[in-house]
């Protein structure tokens, strides 16, 4: 089979798997991100987000990572629901709906990775879903699959934002794809809405004023300063992606497992001021909430309590 054929084949099963869209970058140093990273860490946007310094080397070089690969697959995997929380609600972030995304995808990457060693041989890799060091949205772009917006998320004039993007590292040669145009334009929408200011200018988001990080990543208590505008986002944040005029185009998923607990969609403020560690143990069994634990997503709920 010829490079392109391999190409095709990959892209084929990636579908068939149920993945939105694959594209395929060659592995190798990434040049442009190299000086992005390096001033976002430097002006502390990360927080206590101290992961994100290690490993700076192999976060921009997947040959550090994985010997002898030869190219980055990337691939994009829908979570936009087609039913949402009550409007009196404290707000999860869509992603957060269903069974955490780390056991859906790996189950599908490792699938492809066998897929590609039984169709065409001895080719050696390993899949990356938002855990190991690795700039999912930089090889994503670089890969065509669209454009990093003003929000620092990637998005695409087809289907919008609300997609997982996860990575399998591989030493087989195929054919390379090219990045897409921004279509940002004049817009600002994201820059606007965003009510912590996070977004401090266009493509920079200071991680460390983010609402995902204060309610999700923030060991300890959140500053009193930013009391009042959360609106009403108990874990995770989706403000900038709500308002993108791109997310028009956004259609619900077809994985089941993404799918809430129902108990979830009618939770109303009250209910969540009130919830049990054994409802939490209920509804977020095998989510990503858990990662909050109860008692994170206990003082998330009584930051946002008027
Ligand atoms: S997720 Fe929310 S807080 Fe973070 S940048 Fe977007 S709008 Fe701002
Ligand atoms: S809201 Fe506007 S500026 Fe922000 S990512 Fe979407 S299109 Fe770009």
Redesign the pocket.
């Known amino acids: 089979m010829s490079k392109q054929k391999y190409t095709d084949a990959i892209k084929a099963e990636a579908k068939r798997l149920g993945f939105l869209s694959c594209g395929i970058s060659k592995a190798e140093f990434l040049e442009e991100e190299a000086p992005r990273l390096e001033a976002w860490l430097k002006n502390n946007m990360n927080g206590e987000m101290r992961y994100m310094e290690n490993h700076f080397d192999k976060r921009l070089d997947p040959t550090l990572l994985v010997e002898g690969s030869k190219s980055v697959v990337s691939l994009l995997l829908n979570y936009y629901p087609s039913e949402f929380q009550s409007e009196d609600a404290y707000k999860l972030s869509k992603y957060a709906y269903g069974t955490d995304y780390h056991f859906v995808i790996k189950d599908k990457l490792k699938s492809l990775l066998h897929f590609i060693q039984d169709e065409i041989g001895d080719v050696n890799g390993r899949a990356f879903v938002d855990s190991a060091p690795v700039l999912d949205k930089a090889w994503a772009a670089k890969s065509g699959l669209g454009w990093i917006?003003?929000?620092s998320?990637l998005?695409t004039q087809q289907v919008g934002s609300f997609y997982f993007i996860a990575e399998l590292i591989i030493d087989l040669e195929l054919e390379y794809d090219r990045p897409v145009t921004d279509?940002?334009?004049t817009?600002?929408?994201?820059?606007d809405a965003c009510p912590t200011e996070a977004i401090t200018e266009?493509y920079i988001v200071d991680g460390s004023k983010c609402i995902s990080y204060f309610t999700i990543e923030l060991k300890e208590n959140i500053p009193t300063e930013f009391k009042g505008q959360f609106n009403d986002w108990m874990f995770g944040c989706d403000i900038?992606q709500d308002?993108?005029?791109?997310n028009r185009f956004s259609k619900s998923h077809d994985e089941p497992l993404f799918n809430p607990h129902p108990e979830l969609l009618s939770m109303t403020k009250k209910d969540w001021e009130e919830i049990t560690e054994d409802t939490f143990k209920k509804v977020f069994k095998k989510s990503p909430v858990k990662r909050t634990k109860f008692k994170g997503l206990a003082r998330n709920i009584e930051f946002l309590k008027d």
């Not at 817009?187 to 820059?191: K, M, Y």
């Not at 308002?243 to 791109?246: F, G, Q, T």
């Open positions: 917006g003003k929000h998320n998005l279509h940002c334009g817009c600002t929408a994201c820059i266009p900038c308002v993108c005029p791109w």
